[in-house]
């Protein structure tokens, strides 16, 4: 009997060879095609589909696989020569009108699994309704997934090649003057973590003063020197040590499909995500001027909500993940939208986290106001009240396990935690538990992978292991 199928936090994701097999994958590709059968109009469907894919193991193989499904069901294609950053099949979306995108990559998961992305004619996460909708039309057997040869619907025009760079590079220029970066005279390192994000800001940023050095840009699907091409410690750390020894001005890492930047200042020290989402919020605000809705999910960090206040623009809080955030951007028009796992998009974009812009606003920020990573950090303490200290644990917890823990956390009532006062618990996504002197304390279930992550955010840097700790406990992991 074949396996079942199901879309996780972002996209259907599995262990290679396991429940991810090309049966599996052409499964899910029908699955999509009879959504878009479905929802758009037959006079519509020659606008087509784009598809990309990771540096994963048989990645442009499984890529190959959707393109003959895809094509199978009349659907036509446009597929990526090269493995392509996530932000940049999403943008080819847009620009091409396309109906959509099917991306495969496991995004930041180990080297063991791979994935299946789907993205919306605007190039964001399909909303959870429509996934609910995309599983319920996945055959339970490979013999219902229609197919066409890839040779043969190249040769009838039903898989076609397109250069999906240039068009998203073209469209970088409306959205940042990458020349005042290229003639700074900075020394950047880039770490792709062995992902899709090699050479990009090589691309863009050279032919000036600037220096750009990349560590980790060759294909590897074994993510030497990380557990995993996630752009948090300890999976960063390498990448660090070479800032370090090069004497870096900053430090740029795209996880595995390019989607997600994480930061290192002048030191070759780790800025954490919720600091860069603030970051670039006040980048957005201050020196760029722009005004516009901020959405960020609930396990990020109340920074935003102070700066809203302080600049007179809404904040939205969501549910984990991009099928979340995305619908919001659309609705409310936002200006920055993103989540605790460093994925930020922006107005102007498509409502998708984007790795490369993001990366390129940081160091927009620092030419622009003259100052080094740190003093960007105390720029943004000094708007907010001082400095937030956050910290994460991930456990890994057999999914079996999950209606008992569910069961147990929906049960939880904590008068206080690390001594605070609890004043509100919010379940939207999750456990969060609202202290009295504005932190937060969060326990939720992986939405991609079969983990529990216990989350905080307090501006008292002495307390945050003892919250992660009674955390834990809460969860009945201590």
Not at 377 to 396: K, M, Q, S
């Given at each position: 009997m074949s396996s079942i199928?199901?879309?996780?936090?972002?996209?259907w994701r599995g262990h290679i060879a396991d429940d991810y097999t090309f049966a599996a994958v052409r499964r899910c590709t029908q699955g999509f095609a009879n959504f878009l059968l479905r929802k758009f109009d037959p006079s519509e469907m020659q606008r087509g589909v784009v598809v990309g894919y990771d540096k994963r193991f048989d990645a442009e193989h499984f890529a190959d696989a959707v393109a003959e499904v895809l094509a199978g069901n009349g659907i036509p294609v446009m597929l990526c020569p090269t493995a392509t950053p996530t932000p940049v099949i999403s943008y080819n979306v847009v620009a091409r009108k396309a109906l959509g995108a099917v991306n495969l990559t496991a995004s930041h998961n180990p080297s063991t699994d791979a994935g299946f992305k789907v993205?919306?004619?605007?190039?964001?996460?399909?909303?959870?309704?429509?996934?609910?909708?995309?599983?319920?039309?996945?055959?339970?057997?490979?013999?219902?997934?229609?197919?066409?040869?890839?040779?043969?619907?190249?040769?009838?025009?039903?898989?076609?090649?397109?250069?999906?760079?240039?068009?998203?590079?073209?469209?970088?220029?409306?959205?940042?003057?990458?020349?005042?970066?290229?003639?700074?005279?900075?020394?950047?390192?880039?770490?792709?973590?062995w992902g899709n994000g090699a050479g990009w800001f090589t691309r863009i940023l050279s032919g000036g003063k600037t220096e750009i050095l990349e560590v980790h840009n060759q294909r590897n699907p074994l993510f030497p020197e990380m557990t995993r091409p996630e752009p948090i410690p300890p999976n960063v750390d390498a990448g660090l040590a070479y800032a370090r020894q090069v004497k870096s001005d900053a430090t740029l890492i795209t996880d595995g499909d390019a989607d997600r930047v994480g930061f290192g200042d002048e030191n070759g020290e780790f800025v954490d995500q919720l600091r860069v989402y603030g970051l670039l919020a006040l980048y957005l605000l201050k020196v760029r001027g722009?005004?516009?809705?901020?959405?960020?999910?609930?396990?990020?960090?109340?920074?935003?909500?102070?700066?809203?206040?302080?600049?007179?623009?809404?904040?939205?809080?969501?549910?984990?993940?991009?099928?979340?955030?995305?619908?919001?951007?659309?609705?409310?028009?936002?200006?920055?939208?993103?989540?605790?796992?460093?994925?930020?998009?922006?107005?102007?974009?498509?409502?998708?986290?984007?790795?490369?812009?993001?990366?390129?606003?940081?160091?927009?920020?620092?030419?622009?106001t003259g100052?080094?990573?740190?003093?960007?950090?105390?720029?943004?303490?000094?708007?907010?009240?001082?400095?937030?200290?956050?910290?994460?644990?991930?456990?890994?917890?057999?999914?079996?396990?999950?209606?008992?823990?569910?069961?147990?956390?929906?049960?939880?009532?904590?008068?206080?935690?690390?001594?605070?006062?609890?004043?509100?618990?919010n379940r939207t996504d999750g456990y969060k538990f609202n202290l009295e002197d504005g932190g937060w304390l969060l326990v939720r279930f992986s939405g991609t992978e079969s983990i529990i992550r216990v989350y905080c955010e307090t501006m008292n840097k002495g307390i945050v292991p003892k919250l992660l700790q009674e955390g834990l406990e809460i969860a009945g992991l201590a």
């Open positions: 199928i199901k879309f996780g936090t972002d996209g993205r919306d004619e605007h190039g964001g996460a399909i909303d959870p309704e429509g996934l609910t909708i995309i599983e319920s039309l996945i055959p339970e057997n490979e013999a219902n997934a229609h197919r066409i040869p890839l040779e043969q619907a190249k040769a009838i025009g039903l898989v076609r090649i397109i250069d999906a760079a240039d068009t998203y590079l073209e469209h970088l220029k409306d959205l940042i003057d990458v020349q005042p970066i290229i003639n700074a005279g900075l020394k950047i390192v880039v770490d792709p973590m722009e005004r516009g809705p901020i959405v960020k999910t609930l396990s990020t960090t109340s920074m935003l909500d102070k700066l809203g206040k302080k600049y007179n623009v809404p904040v939205y809080n969501t549910g984990v993940g991009f099928k979340y955030v995305a619908p919001k951007m659309l609705e409310v028009d936002a200006m920055i939208g993103g989540e605790e796992s460093g994925g930020y998009a922006f107005r102007g974009n498509v409502p998708e986290r984007d790795g490369i812009l993001a990366g390129l606003y940081l160091l927009d920020f620092m030419v622009k100052h080094t990573p740190t003093q960007l950090l105390n720029d943004l303490f000094a708007e907010v009240g001082g400095p937030h200290y956050y910290d994460r644990i991930d456990t890994r917890f057999p999914d079996e396990h999950r209606p008992e823990a569910k069961k147990r956390m929906d049960a939880a009532n904590p008068k206080r935690i690390a001594g605070l006062k609890v004043v509100s618990i």
